[in-house]
């Protein structure tokens, strides 16, 4: 099951960096269906489980951006603390589509902020990044993190249903359960 | 339960505070340890998704154009017809000017070294204008060596290299300067990127006069890029705000979001 996961993880950033960046421009270049993947695995399995699949996810991207090493990993990080911490408070054990769909989207926006902080800080330590987030059109910014949000709730629908086929019970975030 | 909260609170601090350490160690260093080797392995599947993807993109494009396919064509055959007895001038022009050249004993025209390289990515970080090609240094390709696309239009330059593959950056990169000229003035300057949208040319003396239209090319000025490649038109003039130099917005022939294959000049050499 675990490679399994690894693989469509594997797809998934090949997918978001040789396909849709491509095919679909500069507004959809980022890390949205690894962001995705990463809330359908952090719903199934808790934060703690879900830590090694943050940094492997996260270590995935830093070595395909112009970023430093641990940009990606410390972004996973404090998105999904915040998802976790808000899900385990007010959502407990609620999957339904709408509700990840709404995660997704907020997950979208949130990881845009911190990547902008983030290379904020790093040209004021001296190192020289390409412009980013200074976008033509607004209205296609938003498009695109809506496409990402609805492919979001197919891939948490599939990695349920992986779930499901190998007999696997979903982890800290079930009703009742920590 | 409070136990397992603590935990779970102290965990996501530890892994904090680790990545942020972790972070700042591996800051500014241009390449992160076995960044080659990774890029290495995932050559081959990334090189087949951006074909796949190439290959969906010309079949949905053939569908979609199949309207305007009779109109095309007579556009194209015509355009092919003037062409080809352009042709017929330029070789007599071009023996004239050999013969010229061997008289007055000046060196023969230089022809590229080109390598020709698929476009298999885009920095996934969202710096929209830096692109990943699967040819790196073991096909012999180094940094600042010019990219260009048909028949000699520069899309950028080659910004930072693996092995296996390699980034370039596009020249309406905010980073990005290369020296240029106005063909019908002579005039020189540099073109750079400005608000990601397009690029400039700047540092043309107000004494100079630019029309839209005109042709910049790469000036080859300091043998970094080879002189010759086409940049854009100019389009927009506008006085800089000392009023000392004048600044040229350029047109590109190119659209830069269609860009697949790419060739990399890997340096002039003589006939």
Redesign the interface.
């Known amino acids: 099951m675990k490679k399994l996961l690894v693989l469509l993880a ?1 797809i998934l950033f ?6 849709i ?3 679909f ?2 507004l959809f ?3 949205g269906l690894m962001a995705s993947f990463l809330i359908a695995i952090l719903l199934k399995e808790g ?2 489980r879900s ?1 090694k699949w943050i940094i492997f996810v996260g270590l995935l ?14 972004i996973f ?2 998105v999904m ?1 915040v998802f976790e911490f808000y899900y385990s408070k007010f959502e407990q054990g609620n999957q339904k589509s709408s509700m990840v769909f709404i995660s997704n989207l907020f997950s979208f926006f949130l990881i ?1 902020v911190l ?1 902008f902080l983030i ?1 904020q800080v ?1 040209v004021l ?10 976008k ?1 059109e607004f209205v296609w910014y938003i498009v695109s993190r809506i496409f990402f949000s609805v492919v979001g709730v197919c891939i948490n629908f599939v990695i349920g249903k992986l779930y499901r086929f190998f007999g696997m019970s979903t982890g800290e975030l079930k009703l009742g359960k ?1 | ?1 409070k136990q ?2 603590n ?2 609170n102290m ?2 601090y530890i ?2 505070v680790i ?2 350490i ?2 700042f160690l ?4 241009d390449k ?2 076995f ?1 080659g080797l ?2 290495t392995v ?1 050559s081959p ?2 090189r087949f ?2 074909n ?2 190439k290959f ?2 010309d079949r949905i494009s053939f569908f979609g154009s199949i309207g305007s396919l009779k109109s095309n064509n007579e556009d194209l055959f015509e355009e092919n017809l003037e062409l080809k007895s352009q042709i017929a001038k330029l070789q007599d022009i071009k023996k004239e000017n050999e013969e010229l050249r061997n008289q007055l004993k000046l060196a023969p025209y230089e022809e590229y070294d080109l390598t020709a390289s698929m ?12 692109f ?1 090609i699967d040819v790196g240094s073991s096909d012999g390709v180094e940094q600042q060596m010019a990219v260009i696309v048909g028949e000699g239009v520069l899309v950028g330059k080659v910004t ?1 290299v693996l092995q296996r593959s390699a ?1 370039f ?1 596009l020249i309406k ?3 990005s300067r290369v020296n240029a000229e106005i063909i019908e003035s002579g005039a020189k300057g540099i073109v750079r990127g400005q ?3 397009g690029a400039i040319l700047d540092m043309i003396p107000q004494t100079v006069e630019v029309k839209k239209g005109d042709t910049v090319i790469t000036s080859g000025v300091g043998n970094i890029l080879p002189r010759g490649l086409l940049i854009g038109y100019a389009h927009d003039v506008t006085a800089t705000a000392d009023r000392l130099f004048q600044q040229v917005s350029l047109i590109s022939p190119i659209n830069y ?1 269609s860009i ?1 294959m790419v060739w990399i000049v890997k340096g002039a050499k003589i006939q």
């Open positions: 594997i090949l997918i978001q960096y040789s396909v960046s491509l095919e421009g500069s270049v980022g890390p934060f703690v830590l991207l830093d070595y395909f951006s112009s970023t430093s090493l641990g940009t990606f990993v410390l990080l404090i603390g845009d990547l290379i790093d330590l001296g190192n020289t990044h390409d412009a980013f987030l200074i033509e920590i | 339960m397992a909260l935990k779970k965990l996501f892994t904090l990545v942020v972790l972070f591996f800051r500014g260093i992160k340890p960044e990774v890029h995932f599947f990334t998704f951006s796949a993807e969906s993109r476009v298999v990515g885009r920095d996934i970080s969202g710096a929209t204008n830096v990943v930072k980034y950056e990169s905010k980073n608000f990601e949208t979001e697949r």
